[in-house]
């Protein structure tokens, strides 16, 4: 199904298309010139009468080492511009192993000293493995590569596409740090086998030699000089898995306009697409991951050590807290009832969570005498499935109960509910907006009988007090 939604701004028209999960921008006027930082500073034109020192600028930008031969100006008609990570590459996440608060501290660059998950190098180099047996590619030399699991296809389907297409500058575009990452994203693609003709990760300016306040000004910045030397460049592709940043490229596409006619900056009309990509991402293994924090950790506490004591932080440790006690489902359990219910045939992997794992019971940690009652940790029940239910498309529950006239439980739920799969951007409180079940009995192919095991999920917790770095 598409949308369209047009508007009027100023000189220039926006369309706005909807594909599933896939949106596109889209002006028809020519780019303009935009810096890194606050508005006011300009990067000045290049001079396209002195390719050879335009080229050695342009080149700068990039990682790729030896650098690839730029092609001519009149050469290239099209760029195409595509994200890393959870863009091409589906990189890892904090995974649910942590509690919120954690998760929130690990993304943060500055609750941690030496920074957080994404400034962490080795958590990248932790996605490389060196024993990969996946398929591999043939790279364009015709070796065959490594290809590790981790690539989103349709993104990497657009990338060799346009990579054999003379007519258009490949260009991969991350703000990762140049000084912390090269290494490893080089590899990475090496491994499979790309072929970019500019690998640009973020740095300080190398002309200007300022340092970018943010990612998007660093992405801007590049984007301007690469349209300003491809002069003659008719569109611009940009793949964007953060809507944040979409939103920004669309306004950076519509103030670029305007600033080409105010400038009377003469050129081709320029296309600028912004394709909105569904965020692909892959975990650590849950031990590597907690690996990886421990030494983040440890970094912080080291670097701690260092400042002066009336600046200096509590140490940040690492807990086991309960995140609740509940009837758990044991792992084949879980793959059954989703096998019987299709979830995983009929839903998006990439925009839901799959559940059914527990019964929960309470949240937090059980009294002991509660403990007691309830038969003490590992003690064994039999349920069977009684109905199903579904809300708005965005969370999906079964209902059971147990077995046996005798047998009494005791759960969060008036009736026993396992949330078999939920939308990533909903909670699991959503299960009491179900009101329409389906029954489920015996020789319905739904129907499961099941033993659970009453036990307690632990969730791993960062204590990080915030840092006072200002006196």
Request: net charge positive; with cysteine.
């Amino acid at each position: 199904m598409i949308s369209r939604l047009s508007r009027a701004s100023g000189h220039s028209s926006l369309r706005f298309s909807r594909i599933t999960s896939l949106c596109t921008y889209e002006t028809r006027e020519p780019l303009y010139l935009l810096t890194a930082g606050d508005h006011r500073a300009r990067i000045q034109a290049m001079d396209s009468s002195s390719p050879p020192k335009d080229a050695a600028a342009v080149l700068a930008w990039s990682i790729a080492a030896p650098p690839k031969p730029l092609p001519a100006i009149n050469q290239i008609k099209r760029i195409c511009v595509i994200d890393f990570d959870n863009t091409l590459y589906r990189s890892p996440v904090p995974s649910n192993i942590w509690d919120g608060p954690s998760i929130g501290i690990l993304r943060d660059r500055d609750r941690l000293l030496g920074g957080g998950w994404w400034q962490t190098p080795s958590i990248l180099d932790a996605t490389v493995d060196q024993r990969s047996t996946c398929p591999s590619v043939a790279s364009q030399g015709g070796h065959e590569r490594r290809y590790p699991d981790r690539w989103n296809k349709p993104i990497v389907d657009i990338a060799r596409t346009v990579d054999q297409n003379i007519h258009t500058l490949n260009v991969l575009l991350t703000g990762r740090s140049r000084i912390l990452f090269s290494k490893t994203v080089l590899r990475i693609l090496g491994n499979a086998g790309f072929n970019f003709d500019l690998v640009v990760l973020k740095q300080d300016h190398p002309q200007l030699g300022h340092e970018f306040a943010t990612t998007m000004d660093f992405k801007k910045c590049f984007i301007s000089m690469i349209l300003n030397y491809y002069h003659e460049a008719e569109r611009i592709s940009i793949y964007e898995d953060r809507p944040g940043h979409s939103r920004q490229f669309r306004d950076f596409g519509d103030e670029f306009n305007k600033s080409c006619i105010r400038d009377s900056l003469v050129r081709p009309q320029v296309r600028f697409d912004v394709i909105q990509v569904q965020p692909a991402h892959r975990d650590l293994d849950p031990l590597e991951e907690i690996k990886q924090v421990k030494f983040m950790l440890q970094r912080h506490n080291r670097l701690a050590q260092n400042m002066d004591a009336s600046l200096r932080p509590l140490p940040a440790k690492l807990f086991k807290r309960v995140c609740h006690t509940s009837y758990m489902l044991h792992p084949e359990t879980t793959h059954r009832l989703l096998v019987k219910f299709r979830l995983r045939q009929r839903l998006n992997t990439r925009e839901v969570d799959f559940l059914g794992r527990y019964i929960p019971i309470k949240m937090g940690k059980c009294e002991p005498v509660e403990i007691e009652n309830l038969g003490g940790i590992g003690a064994q029940i039999q349920f069977e499935t009684v109905s199903f239910g579904s809300y708005n498309d965005c969370i999906w529950a079964v209902r059971v109960r147990p077995v046996g006239s005798n047998v009494v439980v005791s759960t969060m739920n008036a009736i026993p509910t396992i949330v078999l799969a939920k939308r990533i951007d909903v909670a699991e409180s959503f299960l009491q907006r179900i009101e329409n079940w389906e029954d489920i009995r015996p020789g319905d192919p739904r129907y499961l009988r099941f033993s659970a095991t009453v036990g307690e999920q632990l969730r791993l917790q960062i204590s990080a007090p915030k840092l006072h770095l200002d006196g």
